[in-house]
């Protein structure tokens, strides 16, 4: 009895920490959301041409915000395995290579968006919301160097299990988004209504301002002392570039492939009809709505796995990952059972139509069926992660999503006949592979690989 005494209190301290992590990140996920949704709002009351056009421009937008978010996750498992090893004089070094990375993204994002035009064609946008969604782009490219710059900054900061900052700058950046949007959107303060462009320009204003905020922020506070962020300005090191692309690029190209999953289900049932459509969205809506939770603690598995590999702590790696996974599976558990248990209600927040309010129920239990899957694959992938194990997840996620979801989807969609609803069970059947293997993986990894400090050879992912 004595000898499971440490246990408990290794496994108390380490879920304690990691929700002590993962709070400020969950709810600077939330916030990310919200600017979507204020976007949404506020471009209804300018006008439906408005809505679409916006609705368009942030779908396009979300591919270039997923790719920069992916290649930038290289950042805090790098830090945090510096900082587990108690050598935080390093992190300076890859931080100002880091910057560069953001900074060619960041200009690569703005050439890719200003030029989506045949993405746009591909989608199949009506001429009448070509021009708007063409300026909503021009507009918001100029956001992309910020952006890639703010989460260079968010994962030196959550590396170094400093995750407050970002829930503030976050938030901070909604506050302002509410007030730009709408001068610039309806023309006030003597400004003409830029509708879509200016909300655009509200977007990239606001990522500018947090980026800025969050620079300062690390510059100043105490905090980030000692590690030596400005000491050197040396330019571009390909070797440590390379390094943090070798990381970075898989995750990017998973974030790719399970965003494309998404919007291409959405694409597909948008021809079963506007009843389908909007039930489709307001299911996926709430489902994004509630994954922001188990992302926020893959966040801080991330880091909570990184510091236990820099360490060389075995046991520590293992009691991060399945803490985490554990966690993750609790806040499932809450939101499956709301989702199973009050449908109709859900539904009605969003709709007055019958039809769509009996459609969209079916789908939120669907949503609720793939909780578990939904949290197990991101809460291992934030484990697999901290390991530096990128490309085996990237091949799993590809494989789980494009060969074995979208068939099964299309095929239970349209062969059977179900419509929305088997493009739903083809997500859950997707999501579910990828649990069980990204799960397996990290479960082999934390149980067969030997992990020594940083300061000696260290063993890699396989």
């Not at 992190?91 to 953001?102: C, E, I, K, S, T």
């Not at 494309?260 to 039930?279: C, Q, R």
């Not at 509630?290 to 603690?297: D, E, K």
């Not at 091949?395 to 068939?407: D, E, H, K, Q, R």
Request: contains cysteine; glycine residues 12%; positive net charge.
């Amino acid at each position: 009895m004595k000898s499971l005494r440490p246990e408990r209190a290794h496994l108390a301290h380490e879920m304690r920490a990691t929700v002590r992590l993962a709070l400020p990140l969950m709810l600077a996920q939330l916030a990310a959301v919200g600017s979507n949704v204020i976007d949404a709002v506020l471009a209804g009351h300018v006008s439906a041409h408005v809505l679409g056009a916006v609705a368009v421009g942030a779908s396009i937008w979300s591919l270039a915000i997923v790719s920069g978010i992916g290649m930038m996750m290289a950042v805090p498992p790098s830090v945090a395995q510096l900082d587990g090893a108690g050598r935080r004089h390093e992190v300076g070094a890859v931080f100002r290579q880091a910057l560069w990375l953001a900074l060619g993204m960041g200009v690569l994002l703005w050439f890719a968006v200003r030029h989506a035009a045949p993405l746009i064609d591909a989608i199949g946008v009506t001429a009448s919301l070509r021009h708007d969604v063409q300026r909503f782009l021009l507009a918001i490219s100029w956001g992309a160097p910020a952006l890639t710059s703010y989460f260079a900054l968010r994962g030196l900061s959550e590396g170094l299990s400093l995750t407050r900052p970002s829930m503030v700058f976050g938030l901070g950046g909604l506050v302002l988004l509410v007030p730009l949007g709408y001068v610039l959107m309806f023309g006030k303060l003597g400004l003409s209504p830029q509708g879509a462009h200016g909300c655009g320009m509200a977007t990239a204003l606001v990522l500018w301002l947090e980026m800025l905020g969050f620079g300062i922020y690390v510059l100043c506070h105490r905090n980030y002392r000692g590690l030596g962020l400005l000491d050197h300005f040396e330019g571009p090191d390909l070797r440590r570039i390379g390094e943090l692309v070798h990381i970075g690029l898989p995750m990017a190209v998973t974030l790719l492939a399970e965003a494309g999953l998404f919007v291409a289900a959405a694409l597909i049932i948008a021809t079963l009809g506007e009843d389908a459509i909007a039930s489709h969205q307001v299911a996926i809506n709430i489902a994004s709505l509630f994954f922001m939770i188990p992302l926020g603690l893959a966040m801080a598995i991330t880091v909570r796995v990184g510091n236990a590999v820099g360490r060389g702590d075995e046991r520590g790696v293992r009691y991060a990952g399945f803490c985490g996974i554990g966690l993750t599976l609790a806040t499932q558990l809450f939101s499956a059972v709301l989702m199973l248990s009050l449908p109709h209600f859900i539904a009605t927040l969003y709709t007055r139509d019958p039809r769509v309010i009996a459609l969209a129920a079916q789908l939120i239990m669907l949503a609720g069926l793939f909780q578990f899957s939904d949290g197990i694959q991101v809460a291992a992938n934030g484990a697999l992660r901290g390991l530096k194990d990128t490309r085996v997840p990237m091949a799993i996620t590809l494989f789980a999503y494009w060969v074995v979801g979208m068939p099964v989807g299309w095929w239970l969609a349209f062969r059977h006949g179900m419509g929305a609803r088997g493009m739903w069970v083809g997500l859950i059947a997707g999501l579910s592979v990828a649990a069980v293997m990204l799960f397996v993986r990290f479960w082999r990894s934390a149980w067969k690989q030997r992990w020594r400090p940083l300061n000696r050879r260290m063993t890699a992912p396989a």
